[in-house]
Nanobody, 115 residues
Framework: VRLVESGGGLVQPGGSLRLSCAAS????????MSWYRQAPGKARELVAT????????NYADSVKGRFTISRDNAKNTVYLQMNSLKPEDTAVYYC?????????WGQGTQVTVSS
């Protein structure tokens, strides 16, 4: 089982990034997928989720209207489109899979928003 995040980097405030999380070793379409982030010295927090059943999405209030989560079951990949980035979005971003009590994480990708 692998979850591999990519797409992070350094971006100026107001810029955009698209994160990808490529999954392998399990039936991706059966899993509820999420993006989390962890800033230095802070707890890991939920950013966005997407259902495997109906594609329903949910977002943290801090990213609503700026971030969009999506999934492509044919490519076994979940995405996080991040627009209008702010310095406070700086963090390591992780994807997570969940099915009942089964869950696992990727290794994370760093996003830094700075001028």
């Amino acid at each position: 089982v692998r979850l591999v995040e990519s797409g992070g980097g350094l971006v100026q405030p107001g810029g955009s990034l698209r994160l990808s999380c490529a999954a392998s070793g399990f039936t991706f379409s059966s899993y509820f997928m999420s993006w989390y982030r962890q800033a230095p010295g802070k707890a890991r927090e939920l950013v966005a989720t997407i259902s495997n059943v109906d594609g329903r999405t949910n977002y943290a209030d801090s990213v609503k209207g700026r971030f969009t989560i999506s999934r492509d079951n044919a490519k076994n990949t979940v995405y996080l489109q991040m627009n209008s980035l702010k310095p406070e979005d700086t963090a390591v971003y992780y994807c997570k899979r969940r099915l009942g009590s089964i869950e696992s994480w990727g290794q994370g990708t760093q996003v830094t928003v700075s001028s």
